[in-house]
Nanobody, 115 residues
Framework: QVQLVESGGGLVQAGGSLRLSCAAS????????MGWYRQAPGKQREMVAL???????NYGDDVKGRFTISRDNTKNTVHLQMNSLKPEDTAVYYC?????????WGQGTQATVSS
């Protein structure tokens, strides 16, 4: 069983930065994909950024050039550096891990960007 614990959300003004972190524990296969999704009120959950255990990253169109995903395989952690934040980035951010045909979600962390 995999557990994901997120941290780093908060309140920031537009143009500011936040850094989210997610720590995975449990039985995790060597090759996996970790990443971040977000869900704003009244909207569907959407992919923000994903990164494989080999370091290949993909980003949602809305965050390209502003967000950077990274990971530390030795600690099973993934980070999301969010720069140039906009009010429309306000959402609950969820960490996700996909491995061995199964996936796990974290509990979510709120990021709020004020205008």
């Amino acid at each position: 069983q995999v557990q994901l614990v997120e941290s780093g959300g908060g309140l920031v003004q537009a143009g500011g930065s936040l850094r989210l972190s997610c720590a995975a524990s449990g039985s995790i296969s060597t090759f996996n994909v970790m990443g971040w999704y977000r869900q704003a009120p009244g909207k569907q959950r959407e992919m923000v950024a994903l990164i494989t255990s080999r370091g290949t990253a993909n980003y949602g169109d809305d965050v390209k050039g502003r967000f950077t995903i990274s990971r530390d395989n030795t600690k099973n952690t993934v980070h999301l550096q969010m720069n140039s934040l906009k009010p429309e980035d306000t959402a609950v951010y969820y960490c996700k891990l996909v491995a061995g045909g199964a996936f796990s979600w974290g509990q979510g962390t709120q990021a709020t960007v004020s205008s």
